[in-house]
T-cell receptor, first 113, second 116 residues
Framework: GQQLNQSPQSMFIQEGEDVSMNCTSSSIFNTWLWYKQDPGEGPVLLIALYKAGELTSNGRLTAQFGITRKDSFLNISASIPSDVGIYFCAGQLGETSGSRLTFGEGTQLTVNP | GAVVSQHPSRVICKSGTSVKIECRSLDFQATTMFWYRQFPKQSLMLMATSNEGSKATYEQGVEKDKFLINHASLTLSTLTVTSAHPEDSSFYIC????????????FGPGTRLTVL
């Protein structure tokens, strides 16, 4: 089955620094999604990417859908303490696969004030 | 505002009892909902796909007789953990699929199940 490799597993940064994380897949996806999960909560959608090569921003977050459709990255600029959490990438083939999501293993982000 | 709600947010039960978790789509009708479980420090694992008006599709290794799913309306899906045991303790999260061009899943806040 499809597998997503997400890196890094964890990051410890200072407030104000920029952050970058990425996901790679052994096969293609038609949609890439990035979620953030706080402790004891469900994942919250940050950015959705629907087209290869697409670059999308949401405030301080920027994500790109790789041109090969096998990878995606998420950047966070000027990090703040509330950025702390676990970030998950997820790939989706689409209706043909029942819209099932394949999740990465997550990146635990810690921001030191 | 919240797109998906779950109830209860946490539940503690004795071994051998059954627990029902509700998932509601608040903003739109959802023909498809998904149920996930998440163990500590791990990613989300898809358990089953819940389709309104039809039987759920379970992932390999998930016992359909133990995890009963009912999707009786376009805004409500329920997951019943039958004869729960301590190893069923986990964080259960549902998601709803917004179809059409924006084929995106929105997640509920999760339900923490602890089986004593």
């Amino acid at each position: 089955g499809q597998q997503l490799n997400q890196s890094p597993q964890s990051m410890f940064i200072q407030e104000g620094e920029d952050v970058s994380m990425n996901c790679t897949s052994s096969s293609i996806f038609n949609t890439w999604l990035w979620y953030k999960q706080d402790p004891g909560e469900g994942p919250v959608l940050l950015i959705a990417l629907y087209k290869a090569g697409e670059l999308t921003s949401n405030g301080r977050l920027t994500a790109q859908f790789g041109i090969t459709r096998k990878d995606s990255f998420l950047n966070i600029s000027a990090s703040i303490p509330s950025d702390v959490g676990i970030y998950f990438c997820a790939g989706q083939l689409g209706e043909t696969s029942g819209s099932r999501l394949t999740f990465g293993e997550g990146t635990q982000l810690t921001v030191n004030p | 505002g919240a797109v998906v709600s779950q109830h209860p947010s946490r539940v503690i039960c004795k071994s051998g009892t059954s627990v029902k978790i509700e998932c509601r789509s608040l903003d739109f009708q959802a023909t498809t909902m998904f149920w996930y479980r998440q163990f500590p420090k791990q990613s989300l694992m898809l358990m089953a796909t819940s389709n309104e008006g039809s039987k759920a599709t379970y992932e390999q290794g998930v016992e359909k007789d133990k995890f009963l799913i009912n999707h009786a309306s376009l805004t409500l899906s329920t997951l019943t953990v039958t004869s729960a045991h301590p190893e069923d303790s986990s964080f259960y999260i549902c998601s709803v699929k917004r179809g059409g061009r924006w084929d995106t899943q929105y997640f509920g806040p999760g339900t923490r199940l602890t089986v004593l």
